[in-house]
């Protein structure tokens, strides 16, 4: 880490006179804040940019950025995806997105990201740097739709809550694409987060038998007491069909009936 290098970022970004002249320029916005990151990227610190002028970068990415050439655009998607923004951007800035998106993946350095790897699963269909460019294969619906979907899923604080409000779930029972990478993925990306959460209920919500499946073949994981209580305390709000109540009675069949009804808190080590 490069303190001389912060420090002068800090100074720069911190002055008034500064933060008076830039607020309107639009392109001089993106510019910083690309300069900013790259310079941190490279010796490793926060850019110091961002912490300051977020909402303008938000403000501004928002817009139709006419003026600005899209080398811009593309570096600005860039570098808001190390930092962990997943953009919805205009439908004619979406290929420059999905450049950003390649990139952020091919350049192997995914560990100084705070992009999630399940993120770019499920909004892509990538699991590693080798398939970066099958990113170009998803359509701007889909990935709006999907990241909708993790917008709702992470938009609860409870399971309960979540749980009581299925019904906003049920139109992404239609996007097949997504359908498709929570059948193929989620046994690789399950966790007591909100996206396994949100893509529990899709599976409880779908009549599809590949939904049910999916749930049957996870049991076969032996799974820890945590992961058993989790699934069970969803099972159980969604018992109004026969095959969701054979799903419940297969689990009480392969684990201890004390890990499904009785709370098993996660031990972190």
């Known amino acids: 880490m490069s303190t001389n290098r912060l420090k002068k970022q800090e100074k720069r970004y911190e002055n008034l006179d500064f933060a008076v002249q830039i607020k309107k320029d639009n ?4 510019k910083h804040f690309i300069e900013s990151e790259k310079e941190a990227h490279e010796h490793d610190f926060q850019g110091q940019f961002y912490p300051s ?22 570096l600005a998607f860039y570098y808001r995806l190390k930092l962990g923004t997943l953009d919805k951007p ?40 080798a398939d970066a460019k099958n990113v170009h294969h998803i359509t701007y619906e889909a990935y709006t739709n999907s990241l909708h979907f ?16 299925h019904i906003r779930f049920l139109p992404f029972i239609e996007n097949k694409t997504l359908m498709q990478r929570i059948y193929e ?47 069970g305390s969803f099972y159980k709000d969604f018992q109004n069909t026969n095959i969701n109540k054979q799903i419940l009675k297969n689990l009480y069949d392969l684990y201890p009936k004390e890990w499904i009804d009785e709370y098993q808190p996660r031990k972190w080590s």
Not at 27 to 30: H, N, R, V, Y
Not at 54 to 71: A, F, L, Q
Not at 201 to 223: C, E, I, M, P, R
């Open 27 to 30: 392109l001089g916005i993106l």
């Open 53 to 74: 002028y977020h909402y303008e970068i938000n403000r501004v990415m928002s817009t139709k950025m006419t003026k600005i050439p899209d080398e811009i655009i593309h």
């Open 90 to 129: 205009l439908p004619q800035h979406f290929s420059l997105f999905l450049n950003a998106v390649e990139k952020n993946i091919a350049d192997n350095n995914l560990d100084k990201s705070y992009l999630s790897a399940y993120k770019i699963y499920l909004l892509f269909g990538v699991m590693n740097s």
């Open 150 to 165: 993790l917008a709702i899923s992470n938009s609860y604080t409870s399971f309960p809550n979540l749980r009581k409000k």
């Open 185 to 231: 993925g989620i046994s690789s990306y399950f966790n007591s987060d909100f996206t396994t959460a949100g893509s529990l209920v899709l599976l409880l919500l779908d009549t599809q038998q590949a939904s049910k499946d999916v749930l049957f073949a996870l049991h076969k994981n032996k799974l820890e007491n945590t992961t058993v209580w989790l699934l």
